[in-house]
Nanobody
Framework: QVQLVESGGGLVQPGGSLRLSCAAS????????MGWYRQAPGKQREWVAV???????NYADSVKGRFTISRGSAKDTVYLQMNSLKPEDTAVYYC????????????WGQGTQVTVSS
């Protein structure tokens, strides 16, 4: 089992920045793609960004140019650097671990709240 723990959420003003962290542990997690997802109240959880086991990245159109996903040097932490934040970025942010060959995460963290408000 892969365990994921998010941190770094909080309240930030529009235009501000925040960096989320996802600490990963467990069997075979270094073979997994790691994604960031978010869920606003009353809405479906949506994909935000992904980084593969070889550090290829991709982003949802809504965050391209503003968010950056990366891994720490030990490859046990995944980050989401969020710049130029907008109120519509407000959501609970989750990291998810995607096993090789799967399209969706098998494991999820507990989530961290990001609120963008003036």
């Amino acid at each position: 089992q892969v365990q994921l723990v998010e941190s770094g959420g909080g309240l930030v003003q529009p235009g501000g920045s925040l960096r989320l962290s996802c600490a990963a542990s467990g069997s075979l997690f270094r073979l997994y793609a790691m994604g960031w997802y978010r869920q606003a109240p009353g809405k479906q959880r949506e994909w935000v960004a992904v980084i593969t086991s070889d550090d290829s990245t991709n982003y949802a159109d809504s965050v391209k140019g503003r968010f950056t996903i990366s891994r720490g040097s030990a490859k046990d932490t995944v980050y989401l650097q969020m710049n130029s934040l907008k109120p519509e970025d407000t959501a609970v942010y989750y990291c998810g671990a995607v096993p090789p060959g799967d399209a969706r995460p098998r494991y999820w963290g507990q989530g961290t709240q990001v609120t963008v408000s003036s």
